[in-house]
Nanobody, 119 residues
Framework: QVQLVESGGGLVQPGGSQRLSCAVP????????MGWYRQAPGKQRVLVAE???????QYGDFVKGRFTISRQNRANTAYLTMNSLTPEDTAVYYC?????????????WGQGTQVTVSS
């Protein structure tokens, strides 16, 4: 079982910034897409940002230029920098990675990290 290692999160004031990171242990697979989803209480899990193995990024509509996802392929690590946070960004953020062994792909999730935006 592959365990994604998440860090970052916590309490931040409105208008502030947070940086999340997610690392995939190195092993005999290829790391394709990496990114984050979030889930607020009573709501569905939704895409926040994702970066493909060749660097193509995708963002949720609500991001509106406030967040940036980046990736260090050598370290199998992705970063999510979140700026101009609002209380509506409060949620559990889950790292997501797609790993490939030959022709087989599997989805893996981190344990989730709480981001709370409040004064």
């Amino acid at each position: 079982q592959v365990q994604l290692v998440e860090s970052g999160g916590g309490l931040v004031q409105p208008g502030g910034s947070q940086r999340l990171s997610c690392a995939v242990p190195r092993d005999k697979y290829i790391v394709n897409a990496m990114g984050w989803y979030r889930q607020a209480p009573g709501k569905q899990r939704v895409l926040v940002a994702e970066v493909s193995g060749n660097g193509i990024t995708q963002y949720g509509d609500f991001v509106k230029g406030r967040f940036t996802i980046s990736r260090q392929n050598r370290a199998n690590t992705a970063y999510l920098t979140m700026n101009s946070l609002t209380p509506e960004d409060t949620a559990v953020y889950y790292c997501h990675a797609v790993l490939r062994w030959g022709k087989v792909e599997r989805d893996y999730w981190g344990q989730g990290t709480q981001v709370t935006v409040s004064s």
